[in-house]
């Protein structure tokens, strides 16, 4: 009798263990979501810029994060020398560089 007040006392008909792990699978269900909606897509933009900044050349016209629009007149590991008007250039780290100059004012261009 006392192994039977002790049974019931411990969850009653052996549900312990299954009760622990039904607790974890909305916790994984959850992070699944929040992999795919949130973390996965994030990851895949920074990974495209990297590639963006990794493949600068001169020439090309970029935005940078401040908001100067610029061509590409100089580069070295580390930063990218913007021509931003004439005789007027301005260094800044390739971190700085936000996209390319088309990209920034294809939202301009919109009607509605």
Known sequence: MLF?????????????????LTGLIPLLLMFVVFYFILIRPQQKTA???QDFVKNLKMGDRVV???GLHGTVTGLTDTTVT???ADKVK???TRSA???????AAAPETRTG
């Not at 009653?12 to 263990?17: D, I, L, S």
């Not at 560089?97 to 990209?103: D, K």
């Open 90 to 92: 301005v260094k800044v």
């Open 97 to 103: 560089i936000g996209g390319s100059s088309q990209e």
């Open 64 to 66: 940078t994060s401040g």
């Open 47 to 49: 990974r495209k810029h």
């Open 4 to 20: 039977t007040g002790l049974a019931y006392a411990m969850g009653g008909k052996g549900e312990g263990a299954g009760s622990g």
């Open 82 to 84: 913007l021509e931003i």
